[in-house]
Protein backbone atom coordinates (compact mmCIF):
# COMPACT_ATOMS: atom_id res chain seq x y z
CA UNK A 1 0.00 0.00 0.00
CA UNK A 2 2.45 2.36 0.86
CA UNK A 3 4.75 1.90 -1.58
CA UNK A 4 1.61 1.91 -4.18
CA UNK A 5 0.68 5.53 -2.69
CA UNK A 6 4.81 6.57 -2.99
CA UNK A 7 3.76 5.38 -7.19
CA UNK A 8 0.43 7.50 -7.76
CA UNK A 9 1.05 10.83 -5.43
CA UNK A 10 -2.46 11.04 -4.54
CA UNK A 11 -4.16 8.39 -3.29
CA UNK A 12 -6.86 10.72 -1.66
CA UNK A 13 -7.72 11.69 -5.19
CA UNK A 14 -7.72 8.52 -6.51
CA UNK A 15 -10.10 7.21 -3.87
CA UNK A 16 -12.36 10.14 -5.19
CA UNK A 17 -12.10 9.39 -8.50
CA UNK A 18 -13.47 5.92 -7.90
CA UNK A 19 -16.56 7.31 -6.14
CA UNK A 20 -17.67 9.41 -8.68
CA UNK A 21 -17.06 6.78 -11.02
CA UNK A 22 -19.06 4.52 -9.08
CA UNK A 23 -21.66 7.39 -8.77
CA UNK A 24 -21.75 8.05 -12.05
CA UNK A 25 -22.18 4.16 -13.12
CA UNK A 26 -25.39 4.04 -10.34
CA UNK A 27 -27.39 7.57 -11.65
CA UNK A 28 -27.09 5.51 -15.33
CA UNK A 29 -28.53 2.72 -14.19
CA UNK A 30 -31.49 4.37 -12.37
CA UNK A 31 -31.48 6.82 -15.71
CA UNK A 32 -33.03 3.56 -17.72
CA UNK A 33 -29.93 1.68 -19.98
CA UNK A 34 -31.96 1.49 -23.75
CA UNK A 35 -30.19 -2.18 -23.38
CA UNK A 36 -31.59 -3.34 -20.45
CA UNK A 37 -35.10 -3.24 -21.90
CA UNK A 38 -33.82 -4.98 -24.82
CA UNK A 39 -35.01 -9.02 -24.92
CA UNK A 40 -32.03 -11.30 -25.01
CA UNK A 41 -32.03 -14.21 -27.55
CA UNK A 42 -29.97 -16.98 -26.17
CA UNK A 43 -28.57 -18.92 -29.00
CA UNK A 44 -26.74 -22.19 -28.12
CA UNK A 45 -25.01 -23.97 -30.98
CA UNK A 46 -21.44 -25.63 -31.35
CA UNK A 47 -18.52 -24.06 -30.30
CA UNK A 48 -17.21 -21.95 -33.88
CA UNK A 49 -13.51 -20.78 -33.37
CA UNK A 50 -13.68 -18.96 -36.90
CA UNK A 51 -15.82 -16.62 -34.74
CA UNK A 52 -18.45 -16.59 -38.19
CA UNK A 53 -21.50 -17.31 -35.91
CA UNK A 54 -20.07 -14.08 -33.48
CA UNK A 55 -20.21 -12.45 -36.37
CA UNK A 56 -23.47 -13.43 -37.38
CA UNK A 57 -25.13 -12.68 -33.71
CA UNK A 58 -23.46 -9.71 -33.63
CA UNK A 59 -25.06 -8.36 -36.96
CA UNK A 60 -28.69 -9.95 -36.36
CA UNK A 61 -28.46 -7.77 -32.94
CA UNK A 62 -27.34 -4.58 -34.84
CA UNK A 63 -30.29 -5.11 -37.69
CA UNK A 64 -32.87 -5.76 -35.11
CA UNK A 65 -32.87 -1.77 -34.52
CA UNK A 66 -32.74 -2.28 -30.63
CA UNK A 67 -35.45 -5.10 -30.57
CA UNK A 68 -33.30 -7.82 -29.58
CA UNK A 69 -29.68 -9.09 -28.79
CA UNK A 70 -28.83 -12.14 -29.52
CA UNK A 71 -25.69 -14.05 -27.12
CA UNK A 72 -24.15 -17.12 -28.92
CA UNK A 73 -23.43 -19.55 -26.31
CA UNK A 74 -20.99 -22.71 -27.07
CA UNK A 75 -22.10 -25.73 -26.32
CA UNK A 76 -19.46 -28.45 -25.39
CA UNK A 77 -17.41 -29.73 -28.89
CA UNK A 78 -18.94 -33.03 -28.65
CA UNK A 79 -22.05 -33.68 -30.35
CA UNK A 80 -22.59 -35.93 -27.59
CA UNK A 81 -22.18 -33.45 -24.94
CA UNK A 82 -23.98 -30.67 -27.25
CA UNK A 83 -27.07 -32.85 -26.89
CA UNK A 84 -27.41 -34.18 -23.45
CA UNK A 85 -26.72 -30.17 -22.28
CA UNK A 86 -30.00 -29.16 -24.49
CA UNK A 87 -32.35 -32.34 -23.46
CA UNK A 88 -31.98 -31.66 -19.53
CA UNK A 89 -32.29 -28.11 -19.77
CA UNK A 90 -35.04 -28.42 -22.48
CA UNK A 91 -36.66 -31.64 -19.92
CA UNK A 92 -36.60 -29.32 -16.84
CA UNK A 93 -38.31 -26.35 -19.15
CA UNK A 94 -35.59 -23.97 -18.67
CA UNK A 95 -36.60 -20.47 -20.45
CA UNK A 96 -33.60 -19.35 -20.87
CA UNK A 97 -33.08 -21.37 -24.04
CA UNK A 98 -34.17 -19.58 -27.20
CA UNK A 99 -32.51 -20.35 -30.42
CA UNK A 100 -30.97 -24.01 -30.77
CA UNK A 101 -28.45 -25.05 -32.89
CA UNK A 102 -29.62 -28.67 -33.41
CA UNK A 103 -27.54 -31.77 -35.24
CA UNK A 104 -29.49 -33.19 -38.63
CA UNK A 105 -30.56 -36.10 -36.26
CA UNK A 106 -31.96 -34.19 -33.28
CA UNK A 107 -35.26 -32.56 -34.70
CA UNK A 108 -37.55 -35.51 -34.93
CA UNK A 109 -36.42 -36.47 -31.49
CA UNK A 110 -36.93 -32.77 -30.00
CA UNK A 111 -40.37 -32.50 -31.70
CA UNK A 112 -41.95 -35.59 -30.59
CA UNK A 113 -40.86 -34.22 -27.28
CA UNK A 114 -42.86 -31.13 -27.89
CA UNK A 115 -39.29 -29.36 -26.86
CA UNK A 116 -39.31 -26.92 -29.98
CA UNK A 117 -41.98 -25.43 -32.37
CA UNK A 118 -43.05 -25.51 -35.30
CA UNK A 119 -42.27 -23.40 -37.98
CA UNK A 120 -45.77 -22.08 -39.99
CA UNK A 121 -47.03 -18.88 -42.00
CA UNK A 122 -44.55 -16.58 -42.95
CA UNK A 123 -41.84 -17.60 -40.95
CA UNK A 124 -42.04 -21.01 -42.67
CA UNK A 125 -42.08 -19.56 -45.92
CA UNK A 126 -39.11 -17.84 -45.57
CA UNK A 127 -37.28 -20.72 -43.94
CA UNK A 128 -38.09 -22.64 -47.13
CA UNK A 129 -37.47 -20.20 -50.24
CA UNK A 130 -34.16 -20.91 -51.88
CA UNK A 131 -33.43 -23.76 -49.18
CA UNK A 132 -31.90 -27.08 -50.93
CA UNK A 133 -34.47 -29.56 -50.52
CA UNK A 134 -32.03 -32.67 -48.53
CA UNK A 135 -31.39 -30.18 -45.70
CA UNK A 136 -35.07 -28.94 -45.72
CA UNK A 137 -35.97 -33.27 -44.79
CA UNK A 138 -33.49 -32.87 -41.92
CA UNK A 139 -35.62 -30.61 -40.33
CA UNK A 140 -38.96 -31.75 -40.79
CA UNK A 141 -40.73 -34.56 -39.01
CA UNK A 142 -44.58 -36.03 -39.74
CA UNK A 143 -44.60 -33.51 -42.55
CA UNK A 144 -44.16 -30.17 -40.56
CA UNK A 145 -41.23 -27.66 -40.73
CA UNK A 146 -39.79 -27.88 -36.69
CA UNK A 147 -35.89 -26.09 -38.19
CA UNK A 148 -34.28 -23.86 -40.30
CA UNK A 149 -31.29 -25.16 -41.80
CA UNK A 150 -28.39 -23.55 -40.72
CA UNK A 151 -26.11 -25.20 -42.60
CA UNK A 152 -24.94 -28.48 -44.06
CA UNK A 153 -22.14 -30.70 -44.93
CA UNK A 154 -21.02 -34.01 -47.55
CA UNK A 155 -18.42 -35.97 -48.21
CA UNK A 156 -16.38 -36.22 -51.21
CA UNK A 157 -13.94 -38.70 -52.86
CA UNK A 158 -10.10 -36.86 -52.65
CA UNK A 159 -7.71 -38.49 -53.98
CA UNK A 160 -4.18 -38.38 -55.48
CA UNK A 161 -3.67 -37.46 -58.95
CA UNK A 162 -0.03 -38.43 -59.04
CA UNK A 163 -1.25 -41.71 -58.27
CA UNK A 164 -4.66 -42.44 -59.62
CA UNK A 165 -4.69 -40.43 -62.65
CA UNK A 166 -8.31 -40.51 -63.33
CA UNK A 167 -10.81 -41.10 -60.29
CA UNK A 168 -12.97 -44.32 -59.94
CA UNK A 169 -16.19 -44.14 -60.31
CA UNK A 170 -17.26 -47.10 -58.23
CA UNK A 171 -16.23 -48.87 -54.82
CA UNK A 172 -15.24 -51.76 -56.88
CA UNK A 173 -13.06 -49.28 -59.39
CA UNK A 174 -11.56 -47.69 -56.12
CA UNK A 175 -10.57 -51.02 -54.57
CA UNK A 176 -9.08 -52.64 -57.69
CA UNK A 177 -7.19 -49.13 -58.03
CA UNK A 178 -5.50 -49.88 -54.36
CA UNK A 179 -5.06 -53.45 -55.08
CA UNK A 180 -3.07 -52.31 -58.31
CA UNK A 181 -1.30 -49.66 -55.94
CA UNK A 182 -0.59 -51.92 -53.38
CA UNK A 183 1.27 -54.37 -56.22
CA UNK A 184 3.21 -51.73 -56.99
CA UNK A 185 4.70 -51.06 -53.66
CA UNK A 186 3.05 -47.20 -53.84
CA UNK A 187 0.82 -45.50 -51.71
CA UNK A 188 -2.94 -47.29 -51.80
CA UNK A 189 -4.72 -46.93 -48.37
CA UNK A 190 -8.72 -45.91 -48.80
CA UNK A 191 -9.03 -43.50 -46.17
CA UNK A 192 -12.64 -44.06 -43.75
CA UNK A 193 -14.21 -43.97 -40.97
CA UNK A 194 -13.71 -47.11 -39.28
CA UNK A 195 -14.45 -46.49 -35.86
CA UNK A 196 -17.53 -47.69 -33.95
CA UNK A 197 -19.10 -44.50 -33.40
CA UNK A 198 -21.39 -42.29 -35.66
CA UNK A 199 -19.13 -41.81 -38.62
CA UNK A 200 -19.61 -45.69 -39.12
CA UNK A 201 -22.80 -45.35 -39.46
CA UNK A 202 -22.88 -42.55 -42.04
CA UNK A 203 -20.57 -44.83 -43.94
CA UNK A 204 -23.12 -47.83 -44.18
CA UNK A 205 -26.10 -45.33 -44.47
CA UNK A 206 -24.15 -43.77 -47.74
CA UNK A 207 -23.40 -47.39 -49.18
CA UNK A 208 -27.37 -48.70 -48.62
CA UNK A 209 -28.92 -45.42 -49.95
CA UNK A 210 -26.36 -45.46 -52.42
CA UNK A 211 -27.65 -49.41 -53.58
CA UNK A 212 -31.49 -48.50 -53.85
CA UNK A 213 -32.56 -49.07 -50.12
CA UNK A 214 -32.93 -47.40 -46.48
CA UNK A 215 -32.57 -48.39 -42.88
CA UNK A 216 -36.05 -47.45 -42.11
CA UNK A 217 -39.11 -47.61 -44.15
CA UNK A 218 -40.46 -44.43 -45.66
CA UNK A 219 -43.11 -43.83 -41.98
CA UNK A 220 -40.19 -44.26 -40.03
CA UNK A 221 -42.05 -47.41 -37.85
CA UNK A 222 -39.85 -50.48 -38.80
CA UNK A 223 -36.53 -51.61 -40.43
CA UNK A 224 -36.23 -51.54 -44.37
CA UNK A 225 -32.50 -52.78 -45.48
CA UNK A 226 -32.64 -56.01 -47.04
CA UNK A 227 -30.94 -56.54 -49.87
CA UNK A 228 -28.84 -53.05 -50.52
CA UNK A 229 -27.91 -53.49 -46.72
CA UNK A 230 -26.28 -56.89 -47.37
CA UNK A 231 -24.77 -55.21 -50.52
CA UNK A 232 -23.24 -51.91 -48.31
CA UNK A 233 -21.81 -54.66 -45.22
CA UNK A 234 -20.53 -56.64 -48.01
CA UNK A 235 -18.49 -53.78 -49.62
CA UNK A 236 -17.53 -52.63 -45.79
CA UNK A 237 -16.15 -56.06 -45.30
CA UNK A 238 -14.72 -56.39 -48.31
CA UNK A 239 -12.20 -53.16 -47.49
CA UNK A 240 -11.75 -53.97 -44.81
CA UNK A 241 -10.07 -57.08 -45.59
CA UNK A 242 -8.02 -55.76 -48.86
CA UNK A 243 -4.84 -54.05 -48.99
CA UNK A 244 -7.04 -50.84 -49.11
CA UNK A 245 -7.74 -50.91 -45.44
CA UNK A 246 -5.47 -48.82 -43.30
CA UNK A 247 -4.06 -51.04 -40.20
CA UNK A 248 -5.87 -48.28 -38.05
CA UNK A 249 -9.01 -48.63 -39.93
CA UNK A 250 -11.23 -49.94 -36.80
CA UNK A 251 -10.17 -46.52 -34.75
CA UNK A 252 -10.18 -44.17 -37.60
CA UNK A 253 -12.56 -41.38 -37.43
CA UNK A 254 -12.42 -38.04 -39.51
CA UNK A 255 -9.63 -36.39 -38.41
CA UNK A 256 -7.38 -39.69 -38.55
CA UNK A 257 -7.91 -40.35 -42.43
CA UNK A 258 -7.18 -36.65 -42.69
CA UNK A 259 -3.87 -36.73 -40.81
CA UNK A 260 -2.82 -40.58 -42.86
CA UNK A 261 -3.88 -38.87 -45.85
CA UNK A 262 -1.71 -35.72 -45.74
CA UNK A 263 1.16 -38.33 -44.45
CA UNK A 264 1.45 -39.66 -48.31
CA UNK A 265 0.55 -43.39 -47.14
CA UNK A 266 -2.70 -43.23 -48.62
CA UNK A 267 -4.31 -42.76 -52.58
CA UNK A 268 -7.96 -42.16 -51.54
CA UNK A 269 -9.70 -40.38 -48.86
CA UNK A 270 -13.65 -40.43 -47.88
CA UNK A 271 -13.90 -37.12 -46.39
CA UNK A 272 -15.75 -33.55 -45.46
CA UNK A 273 -14.14 -30.42 -47.42
CA UNK A 274 -12.46 -29.19 -44.12
CA UNK A 275 -9.33 -31.97 -45.74
CA UNK A 276 -8.69 -29.65 -48.22
CA UNK A 277 -7.28 -26.43 -46.58
CA UNK A 278 -5.67 -28.61 -44.44
CA UNK A 279 -3.39 -30.18 -47.05
CA UNK A 280 -3.16 -27.09 -48.54
CA UNK A 281 -1.50 -25.98 -45.27
CA UNK A 282 0.30 -29.32 -43.91
CA UNK A 283 1.18 -30.61 -47.06
CA UNK A 284 1.73 -28.03 -50.00
CA UNK A 285 3.99 -30.74 -52.12
CA UNK A 286 1.19 -33.39 -51.72
CA UNK A 287 -1.15 -30.55 -52.37
CA UNK A 288 -0.22 -30.03 -55.88
CA UNK A 289 -1.82 -33.59 -56.93
CA UNK A 290 -4.71 -33.29 -54.13
CA UNK A 291 -7.82 -33.93 -55.98
CA UNK A 292 -11.55 -34.77 -55.67
CA UNK A 293 -14.66 -36.18 -57.43
CA UNK A 294 -18.15 -37.48 -56.97
CA UNK A 295 -18.88 -39.74 -53.90
CA UNK A 296 -18.18 -43.63 -55.25
CA UNK A 297 -21.22 -44.97 -56.97
CA UNK A 298 -22.06 -48.56 -55.51
CA UNK A 299 -23.74 -49.36 -59.18
CA UNK A 300 -22.60 -47.53 -61.90
CA UNK A 301 -25.73 -47.00 -63.14
CA UNK A 302 -27.13 -45.27 -59.74
CA UNK A 303 -26.37 -42.04 -58.61
CA UNK A 304 -24.20 -42.58 -55.10
CA UNK A 305 -25.97 -40.50 -52.36
CA UNK A 306 -23.97 -39.91 -49.50
CA UNK A 307 -25.57 -38.42 -46.18
CA UNK A 308 -25.58 -35.20 -45.40
CA UNK A 309 -24.58 -33.39 -41.84
CA UNK A 310 -25.29 -29.92 -40.51
CA UNK A 311 -26.73 -27.93 -38.11
CA UNK A 312 -30.67 -27.10 -38.12
CA UNK A 313 -31.99 -23.93 -36.01
CA UNK A 314 -34.89 -24.77 -33.85
CA UNK A 315 -36.81 -22.72 -31.42
CA UNK A 316 -37.36 -23.66 -27.90
CA UNK A 317 -40.77 -24.55 -26.69
CA UNK A 318 -40.14 -22.66 -23.75
CA UNK A 319 -38.65 -19.58 -25.25
CA UNK A 320 -40.24 -16.47 -23.81
CA UNK A 321 -39.66 -14.69 -27.06
CA UNK A 322 -40.54 -17.05 -29.92
CA UNK A 323 -41.24 -14.42 -31.94
CA UNK A 324 -38.43 -12.42 -31.95
CA UNK A 325 -36.74 -15.97 -31.58
CA UNK A 326 -37.97 -17.18 -35.55
CA UNK A 327 -37.33 -13.77 -36.95
CA UNK A 328 -33.82 -14.40 -35.67
CA UNK A 329 -32.99 -17.85 -36.32
CA UNK A 330 -33.90 -16.80 -40.53
CA UNK A 331 -31.74 -13.64 -39.70
CA UNK A 332 -28.77 -15.71 -38.37
CA UNK A 333 -29.09 -18.27 -41.30
CA UNK A 334 -29.04 -15.45 -44.00
CA UNK A 335 -27.35 -15.61 -47.26
CA UNK A 336 -24.62 -12.92 -45.58
CA UNK A 337 -24.21 -14.99 -42.55
CA UNK A 338 -24.27 -18.50 -44.45
CA UNK A 339 -21.45 -16.76 -46.71
CA UNK A 340 -19.41 -16.04 -43.85
CA UNK A 341 -19.70 -19.33 -42.34
CA UNK A 342 -18.81 -20.80 -45.89
CA UNK A 343 -15.72 -18.81 -46.22
CA UNK A 344 -14.48 -18.53 -42.39
CA UNK A 345 -15.63 -21.22 -41.07
CA UNK A 346 -15.66 -23.95 -43.79
CA UNK A 347 -19.89 -24.57 -43.78
CA UNK A 348 -21.20 -25.18 -46.63
CA UNK A 349 -24.33 -23.19 -47.12
CA UNK A 350 -27.86 -24.48 -47.36
CA UNK A 351 -29.64 -21.61 -49.91
CA UNK A 352 -28.92 -22.61 -53.40
CA UNK A 353 -28.30 -19.55 -54.71
CA UNK A 354 -24.55 -19.29 -52.72
CA UNK A 355 -23.22 -21.86 -55.25
CA UNK A 356 -23.31 -19.34 -58.10
CA UNK A 357 -21.44 -16.44 -55.49
CA UNK A 358 -18.10 -16.16 -56.97
CA UNK A 359 -16.62 -15.90 -53.66
CA UNK A 360 -17.79 -18.90 -52.20
CA UNK A 361 -16.91 -20.74 -55.96
CA UNK A 362 -13.54 -19.24 -55.46
CA UNK A 363 -12.99 -20.51 -52.24
CA UNK A 364 -14.65 -23.74 -52.65
CA UNK A 365 -13.51 -24.99 -56.12
CA UNK A 366 -14.66 -28.24 -55.64
CA UNK A 367 -18.25 -26.32 -55.15
CA UNK A 368 -19.97 -27.17 -58.26
CA UNK A 369 -19.33 -31.56 -56.79
CA UNK A 370 -20.64 -30.21 -53.21
CA UNK A 371 -23.98 -28.97 -54.52
CA UNK A 372 -24.31 -32.29 -57.11
CA UNK A 373 -23.85 -34.60 -53.80
CA UNK A 374 -26.04 -32.20 -51.73
CA UNK A 375 -28.69 -32.72 -54.38
CA UNK A 376 -29.05 -36.22 -54.82
CA UNK A 377 -27.28 -36.91 -50.70
CA UNK A 378 -29.14 -39.27 -48.50
CA UNK A 379 -30.34 -37.85 -44.97
CA UNK A 380 -29.86 -40.31 -41.52
CA UNK A 381 -32.62 -42.04 -40.38
CA UNK A 382 -35.67 -39.93 -39.71
CA UNK A 383 -36.60 -40.93 -35.92
CA UNK A 384 -36.93 -40.01 -32.30
CA UNK A 385 -34.71 -43.24 -31.75
CA UNK A 386 -32.01 -42.20 -34.10
CA UNK A 387 -29.34 -42.42 -31.13
CA UNK A 388 -30.32 -45.96 -30.64
CA UNK A 389 -30.66 -46.74 -34.06
CA UNK A 390 -27.02 -45.28 -34.66
CA UNK A 391 -25.81 -47.33 -32.05
CA UNK A 392 -27.40 -50.43 -33.67
CA UNK A 393 -25.56 -50.02 -36.47
CA UNK A 394 -22.22 -49.03 -35.40
CA UNK A 395 -21.81 -51.79 -32.59
CA UNK A 396 -22.60 -54.71 -35.02
CA UNK A 397 -20.35 -53.36 -38.02
CA UNK A 398 -17.26 -53.15 -35.84
CA UNK A 399 -14.51 -53.93 -36.59
CA UNK A 400 -15.57 -53.94 -40.25
CA UNK A 401 -13.24 -56.83 -41.36
CA UNK A 402 -15.17 -59.05 -39.16
CA UNK A 403 -18.93 -58.23 -40.66
CA UNK A 404 -21.31 -61.26 -41.75
CA UNK A 405 -22.96 -59.28 -43.86
CA UNK A 406 -26.21 -61.38 -43.96
CA UNK A 407 -26.09 -62.01 -39.77
CA UNK A 408 -24.94 -58.38 -39.25
CA UNK A 409 -28.04 -57.20 -40.90
CA UNK A 410 -30.31 -59.00 -39.42
CA UNK A 411 -29.01 -58.64 -36.29
CA UNK A 412 -29.18 -54.52 -37.06
CA UNK A 413 -32.80 -55.15 -38.11
CA UNK A 414 -33.36 -57.22 -34.59
CA UNK A 415 -32.19 -54.42 -32.54
CA UNK A 416 -33.96 -51.50 -34.39
CA UNK A 417 -37.45 -52.90 -34.41
CA UNK A 418 -36.62 -53.18 -30.47
CA UNK A 419 -35.14 -49.91 -30.62
CA UNK A 420 -38.45 -48.20 -32.27
CA UNK A 421 -40.61 -50.42 -30.22
CA UNK A 422 -38.83 -49.53 -27.06
CA UNK A 423 -38.68 -53.16 -25.84
CA UNK A 424 -34.49 -53.27 -25.89
CA UNK A 425 -32.12 -51.63 -24.67
CA UNK A 426 -29.51 -50.75 -27.52
CA UNK A 427 -25.62 -51.75 -26.23
Known amino acids: ?78 ADGQRQQMVRRLAAEDDSLDILGLDVTWA ?142 PNQMEDQNRLAMESGVAAFELNYPFVYPSMKANNPRLFENFRWAPYPRVDAGRPARPTIGGIDLAVSAYSRHPDLAFEAALCLRNRENQLTAALEGGLPPTLRALYDEPAFMKEYPFSEEVLAALESASVRPLTPAYQNVSIAVSHTLSPPSGIEPESAVDTIGEQIDEALRSEGVIP
Open 108 to 249: AEFAEARWIREWTGEAKRRATEGTLRVPLQTATWKGKLYAVPYNTNTQLLWYRKDLVPTPPKTWSEMLNMSRDLARQGRPHHVEIQGAQYEGLTVWFNSLINSAGGTILDTGATEPSLGPPAVRAASIMRELANSPAADPSL
Open 1 to 78: MHARRGRTGRPRRTRALVALTLLASALAACGGDEDTSRPTLDWYNFPDDSGALQQAADRCSRASGGRYRISYNKLPRA
